[in-house]
Each structure stands twice: as C-alpha cells, then as structure tokens.
C-alpha cells in the first residue's frame, strides 16, 4: 500500500528532492499541495504531514493546530522544515503536536531516514484499534508468547457480545460503536481494578477483546464485568426494546425474528505452567469454552481449570 506524503509548500523545490531523494522506494507517493488547499489534503487523510515553513505565508502555528483539530487528522504524524533556529520558536512548534522539527538547509540522509521511521510507527499505530486504543492481534500474540516463555500461571479471558449484529441492523454502526468502546471501559476497569499490575486488554476486532492476568483466580473479576456491563449496556437501547427485553430483526425472508438484548459471553483459559506449548493450543481451548458460554442464554462466564491429566471445564 503507498504511504502518501503531503507536502504543505507553496514553492516547487522541496517535492522534486523528496522525490529524488524516494525514487528508489515505490511505497512512497509524494503530493504537493498550496495552504489554500489544506482542506483538501486533510480530507484525503494522508499518512504523514510535512510543512515547510520558509515556503509559506501562513502562521506556521495556526496551520498545524488547524490539522491537529481535524477529527480525521488528529494522529497524522506532522514533520515542519525551517531555518528559523530560535529555541523557543522550535518549542512552539512542537506544543503543538508536531512530531520532528527539521532545521534547514536539510541534511537530506536525516530527513529521509527521520520520514522512514515516522512511516514505520505509523504502520505499528495502525495495529491498535483505532475505535479503541486497545492493542491488536499481533500485540495480543506477543503477549501470550512472552508468558508462556517465561513459564508464567497466566488466565487468559476472550470475551464478546452476543447478539450484537441484531443490535446494529436496528440502531445502526455508529451506535454499534458507543456499545464497543463501553465495552471496552468496562473489561479495562475491572482487569485492571486487581492488584495484579502486569495484566494485558486487547481488541481482536469487532466486539472480539482478550485480556490476560496472572491472578488466575479470576472468577470475580467475570462476575464484575458481567454486573456492570448488563446495567450499563441498557443506555443504548430504547425505553420500548428495554421493555419488550427483545429486539425485532426481519430475516431475508422479510419475516420478523426476535433477538434478546446484547450480552457479553465470557470464556476463560487458566495457562498454569508448563499445560500449552504455543498460542495455538491456547486458542483451540479457547474456542472450546467460548462456545459453552455463547450457548448459555444471557450474559456468562466458563472457566476451563483443565489439566494435562483431566479435561474436565468446570462451567
């Protein structure tokens, strides 16, 4: 995928050496652009900003406040070029939000490897939800492997909502969303509520979250997250589906089917030392007691205790 670069520069010369200085790197696409186009850059949401300061007549300040206050932009990496040397204006600069100042005339070796590393963080960011703040998939892997490295007794939770497509085909995405950060708070609160301080929240995707503790006796903090979610989750809904306790979803048949109101279904793996060898068997017991919770009819927890010698899941 081509990163594109914005260049704020109401001059020709920069571009054409970012261009040559890039020419052997396909996934950069550099684009240039004039201050009276800012709206127009910020709506393409670019992966990185750069300003060159001498070759505009706009208040340098002003314009990388105006990207910061940009919904779309508030994370965009912004690198500002300029031959003003004053400590204190240099300070201003970076107050607001701006990643790399770059003194000129540019050291051409510095500003592109300093383009190439704000590149590299960016695609990092990208694997943490960007609904959530959570860490992704990959974090979440690298979690799992560091303790079970380190011959920890860890429990992991995997932990999602039932019924939630029925809940976005009737209220919509955008309050899809208000229901996964929520959900998100509360597994936060109540992990971290512990006295445990090296406990871990993921996002997987969608209204998929792991978490990690070493407190493995974790039946408490289930209960917790299970009590506060089914009180705090009734705010997204209607007075009418609160009190009818179902929402009514019409199928492909155009047939009304009904659905109860969102729950969140908890399963739990306790990883007691030396019971898995990687993170494939984990996720092969998980999706086992995952589907014990899901089948149970409201909000719930299953907690698989198994070891080597007895595979019982004690629910």
Do not use: W
Request: charged letters at 30%.
């Amino acid at each position: 995928m081509a990163q594109e670069i914005y260049l704020i520069d109401d001059g020709t010369d920069l571009k054409s050496r970012l261009t040559e200085l890039f020419k052997k790197e396909k996934d950069y696409k550099f684009k240039k652009a004039k201050t009276k186009e800012i709206e127009t850059v910020l709506k393409n949401i670019p992966a990185l900003i750069i300003i060159n300061e001498d070759g505009i007549q706009e208040d340098i300040k002003k314009l990388c406040n105006q990207i910061r206050e940009n919904e779309d932009n508030s994370i965009t990496p912004i690198i500002v070029i300029s031959s003003n040397k004053e400590k204190a204006h240099r300070i201003e600069i970076l107050q607001a939000c701006v990643e790399h100042y770059i003194k000129a005339p540019i050291d051409e070796e510095y500003l592109y490897y300093t383009i190439k590393n704000v590149i590299r963080l960016l695609d990092t960011n990208r694997r943490v939800s960007p609904l959530t703040g959570l860490p992704g998939n990959v974090q979440i892997q690298a979690e799992m492997k560091k303790r079970l490295l380190n011959k920890e007794d860890f429990a992991i939770l995997y932990l999602d909502l039932d019924n939630f497509k029925a809940y976005n085909d009737v209220y919509g995405f955008l309050n899809g969303d208000e229901i996964i950060k929520f959900t998100s708070r509360c597994i936060l609160k109540h992990i971290h509520d512990t006295e445990t301080e090296d406990s871990f929240v993921g996002h997987i995707g969608g209204d998929d979250f792991v978490a990690i503790t070493s407190n493995i006796d974790c039946e408490q903090i289930c209960q917790d997250i299970i009590l506060e979610f089914d009180q705090g989750v009734l705010q997204y809904f209607n007075e009418d589906d609160i009190e009818k306790g179902y929402l009514e979803v019409p199928n492909r048949k155009c047939v009304l089917e009904q659905f109860p109101l969102t729950s969140i279904s908890i399963g739990v793996v306790i990883a007691d030392k030396g019971r898995f060898h990687n993170v494939l068997e984990i996720g092969e017991v998980a999706a086992q007691v995952k589907h014990l919770a899901k089948i149970t009819p409201g909000s719930t927890y299953v907690i698989d205790r198994r070891k080597a010698e007895n595979c019982k899941v004690k629910k």
